[in-house]
Nanobody, 127 residues
Framework: QVQLVESGGGLVQAGGSLRLSCAAS????????MGWFRQAPGKEREFVGV????????IYADSVKGRFTISRDNAKNTVYLQMNSLKPEDTAVYYC????????????????????WGQGTQVTVSS
């Protein structure tokens, strides 16, 4: 019902910045929270951050707090992840995911709570 497409990944030097985008289509007339997750080779998919429908509430993983910022433009059906001060350990495939369960009011951090996922975009941070 909802299709998500990530973009904006690439190769960047440590200390640099990237902005990821997640464009949604389909059931965009409904409200939903949007989360960002990442997965490095051989590791579990981990939570990065989440934003409520209104944008008023956010949660960030401790590993990215103060460096990453989530925002959204609902008129454009797009969510962003601004990544600053990137570190090599940030290297991963980054996924956006939609949580349709609470009209975008609740924000949750578990992967199983999310209903729709994008295909991911690769972020590589070199030393």
């Amino acid at each position: 019902q909802v299709q998500l497409v990530e973009s904006g990944g690439g190769l960047v030097q440590a200390g640099g910045s990237l902005r990821l985008s997640c464009a949604a289509s389909g059931r965009t007339f409904s409200r939903y929270a949007m989360g960002w997750f990442r997965q490095a080779p051989g590791k579990e998919r981990e939570f990065v951050g989440v934003i409520s429908w209104s944008g008023a509430k956010t949660i960030y993983a401790d590993s990215v707090k103060g460096r990453f910022t989530i925002s959204r433009d609902n008129a454009k059906n797009t969510v962003y992840l601004q990544m600053n001060s990137l570190k090599p350990e940030d290297t991963a495939v980054y996924y956006c995911a939609a949580d349709m369960s609470s009209n975008g009011i609740l924000i949750r951090v578990g992967t199983l709570e999310y209903d729709y996922w994008g295909q991911g975009t690769q972020v590589t941070v070199s030393s």
